[in-house]
């Protein structure tokens, strides 16, 4: 039997693919793919919708190119060495302000591998409370306290409440910086870094110290030099 008997699909789309080619002398390796969809999540929804015209890169052994998603979100790398480890991640997404995750395939082994990807796009809350230290009649929350956010978007701005607490919207999956201010306190921390993922940020809290009468609070700069 000869080897067009035994695959009679070979080297056709769909068909069987060889190790080897079968004609003597011309051996090749044989080649898979890599394939997924784009998928995004909106926050206001909690629904995820195909992510259409998106770029997807794929590099790794030699490897380094990119695709667009077609009207599904779904994506294809075909022609790849197998054995080989890949890293999959999104340059940008069409309809999404950010993108997370890449995706590594570890050691391409089969024809095909999956490597879905995902995105988000929406707003989740940074909240917190300032309060007086616990004294004799236990913690106070602290009104009127201008609590900045700084980072990747903004910067955003508010005020605590009667309560003392604060709430922003921002975007997620970014690292902030949470600064409070009132004028005559001291503030433990004086900031924070707040990492913020895809459900809210809450427990953001600060301790307000009020200071004595004639009192000025400063900070150092960094050389030392005040």
Known sequence: ATVKELFPTHGQPGGDVMPFDWRPGTATQALGSVTGSVLVLNLGTNAFSPAVGTVVRISGG????????????RYAFTNLPLGVSFFVSLDGLA?????????VVPELGGSAANANLFGVTGT???????????????????????????????????TTGADGRYSIAVRPLRTYTVTPELAGYRFGPASRDVAVEITPSALNDFE?????????AFTSSRDGND
């Open 62 to 73: 030699g490897v380094n190119t990119t695709t667009t998603t077609d009207a599904s979100g």
């Open 95 to 103: 309809n999404a302000d950010i993108s997370f995750g890449g995706r």
């Open 124 to 158: 989740v809350l940074l909240s917190g409370q300032v309060v007086t230290p616990a004294g004799f009649g236990g913690a106070q929350p602290v009104a009127g306290v201008t609590v900045r956010v700084e980072g990747p978007t903004g910067p955003y701005q508010t």
């Open 208 to 216: 307000a110290r009020e200071l004595p009468p004639g009192f000025v």
